[in-house]
């Protein structure tokens, strides 16, 4: 299991909550070109929506999903299964990053590689054998953040940004999880 990297002192890392979506919405609109709309922010706030707080400032957000695979996906696999006669293959279980940023004013701190970092450890509990996520072509501070994480593109995808802006798809191995039932907790040490 990986290890779960402490929280910086001055730092808490905890679930978002609706009363931190008027904060993240500003961090949202500062950080892209297309930003989630506030009603999305707010549809995805659950397990995997986490905001770092500094000082009660919002100074940064991650959010985490797992993909299901399409009905289709799951067809195709079954009908595979009934001809070739042999048990159906557990599907993969793959993450997904769907949003991390940091407000401007707390950038080159630390902060989004932690952010980042908590992901991982995340997805790694909850069992995925692969984290996924996009990003703008253009956006190297990501790429570079990223990238030093171990992710690397697999692909680009076309018009992938209501702008028509390209994406890449980066990906990157986890290594198998005893999966515990719970996501990982982090100790809190605000200052
Ligand atoms: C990408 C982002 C989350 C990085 O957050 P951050 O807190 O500034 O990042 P960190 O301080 O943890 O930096 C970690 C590494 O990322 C890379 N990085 C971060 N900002 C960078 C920049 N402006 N230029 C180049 N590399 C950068 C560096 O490799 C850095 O390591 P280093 O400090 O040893 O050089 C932040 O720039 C951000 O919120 N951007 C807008 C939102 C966004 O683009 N999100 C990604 C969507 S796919």
């Known amino acids: 299991m990986s290890a779960v990297p402490l929280v910086p ?17 500003e961090i949202e609109r500062a950080s892209f070109s297309t930003p989630w709309p506030k009603e999305y922010l707010e549809q995805q706030l659950g397990e995997g929506f986490v905001v770092l707080e500094r000082a009660g400032q919002i100074a940064g957000y991650a959010v985490i999903g797992i993909k299901i695979p399409s009905f289709f996906a799951r067809l195709e696999q079954r009908t595979r299964a009934l001809f070739s006669h042999t048990p159906l ?4 279980t793959v993450a997904h990053l769907l949003n ?3 407000a401007p004013a707390f950038r080159r701190q630390g902060l989004g590689r932690f952010l980042l970092q908590y992901a991982l450890d995340y997805a ?3 069992g995925a054998s692969r984290i996924e996520l996009e990003v703008r072509t253009d956006n190297s501070a990501a790429i570079a953040l990223y990238r030093k994480f171990g992710f690397h593109v697999q692909e680009i995808v076309p018009n992938y940004y209501s702008d028509g802006a390209d994406a890449y798809l980066m990906v990157k191995a986890l290594q198998p999880a005893e999966a515990p039932p719970h996501p990982p907790e982090y100790p809190d040490r605000t200052a």
């Open 124 to 126: 790694h509990q909850l």
């Open 89 to 92: 293959p557990e599907p993969p």
């Open 100 to 102: 991390i940023a940091v």
């Open 9 to 25: 002192a001055g730092l808490q890392l905890r679930p978002a909550t609706r009363e931190d979506l008027a904060a993240i919405w």
